[in-house]
């Protein structure tokens, strides 16, 4: 505690007490002890490297990973009765979901865009439609031949997610289990529709505005970035604005890293939030901020394609921490399971919370 300064102090002895308070030394698996509680503090603060106060609480981590490996090592030297470190095993682990997603043509014909190579993928009436080595879909006007508006719908499944960029230039990216409808070159308006969530990095055009058309609202702007998370398993629909102006149902203005917040009784709430772990999603990231289990199995399901069922009540914790996309399932739930709110069994493609 001197050598990280006395001003923390207080809150240095706050941090490692209450970590100390929930253990016991019957319960520790002793050897594995200092690992066990870095890997907890990390999983907590990772969401906090990027928010001012950061430089505070990397301090108190420190401190305490430090303290716990000299009880940790203090424990381990003078017990008599010593466990071996026993990893989480699963009988099955499941891979992360990956680019890909349905194209459904105008004439009902589908792609399989995951299926499909770079290249030409489709060409309708003046519109080109490609594929990148990356796998954005790439919507191009070739000609002034489309008189009546035709429309193309992308859907992701479970365990998928997809850019696109459309006609006028807006690049979307669509989250996993979700539907966006848009017309395959924009006419006297823009305006397009989503079920699901994405992120929106709209073109500036002054003379014609962007519609959104999602549950129970519209959101309205002539270019700027956000977020619309509206899937039918969650409760609220929340619009982020990451930079630019958007008005939603036209009369909310949103600004610069404010969220609205669509209630099923109409009523929307506007407030500031951490717009770098809204969109986390789009660079391969979770970021948890004060998340119920419930609130995290629900986005796990999403991008692993799993089904989650519940064995009981589980625990009335919030959680924090940042995890890659990338990870196998297994790796998250560890760190879950670390908490003790609760444990974990894969079967095939289902996961069992177990309070």
Do not use: C
Not at 42 to 66: D, G, M, Q, Y
Not at 117 to 137: D, F, H, P, R, Y
């Amino acid at each position: 505690m001197q050598y990280f300064n006395s001003d923390q102090r207080e809150l240095l002895e706050e941090m490692v007490t209450s970590e100390f308070e929930k253990l016991t030394l019957e319960e520790v698996d002793l050897p594995a002890l200092p690992k066990r509680v870095f890997d907890g503090i990390k999983f907590r603060i990772e969401a906090v490297k990027t928010r001012k106060l950061w430089p505070r609480i990397r301090i108190v981590a420190a401190a305490s990973i430090a303290f716990a490996v000299m009880v940790g090592g203090y424990f381990y030297y003078n017990s008599s009765n010593i466990n071996d470190h026993k990893e989480i095993v699963y009988q099955n682990d499941i891979a992360p979901g990956k680019e890909g997603a349905t194209l459904t043509l105008a004439n009902g014909q589908k792609i399989l865009i995951n299926n499909t190579l770079a290249g030409n993928i489709a060409t309708q009436a003046g519109v080109k439609i490609s594929k990148t080595a990356n796998g954005e879909i790439i919507y191009e006007v070739t000609a002034d031949e489309n008189k009546n508006l035709t429309y193309n719908t992308l859907t992701t499944t479970r365990g998928e997610q997809t850019r696109v960029r459309l006609p006028d230039g807006t690049i979307v990216f669509l989250n996993s289990t979700s539907v966006l409808k848009y017309p395959t070159s924009f006419g006297k308006e823009r305006k397009v529709e989503l079920t699901g969530e994405a992120y929106f990095e709209v073109a500036h055009n002054k003379a014609k505005p962007f519609k959104v058309m999602s549950k129970g609202q519209e959101v309205e702007v002539l270019g700027t970035h956000f977020n619309i998370n509206n899937y039918t398993d969650e409760v609220d629909t929340r619009t982020t604005l990451l930079e630019g102006s958007v008005r939603l149902n036209g009369n909310t203005i949103l600004k610069p890293g404010e969220q609205a917040i669509l209630s099923k009784t109409g009523k929307i709430l506007v407030e500031q939030v951490a717009v770098d772990d809204v969109i986390a999603w789009t660079n391969g990231k979770f970021i948890f901020d004060s998340e119920s289990i419930e609130s995290i199995m629900r986005k796990l399901s999403r991008w692993y394609n799993i089904e989650v069922v519940y064995e009981g009540e589980v625990k009335d914790k919030q959680f924090a921490g940042s995890i890659s996309r990338k990870d196998s399932i297994s790796k998250i739930l560890d760190k879950i399971t670390f908490t003790q709110a609760a444990h974990f069994k894969i079967e095939g493609r289902r996961v069992t919370v177990i309070p």
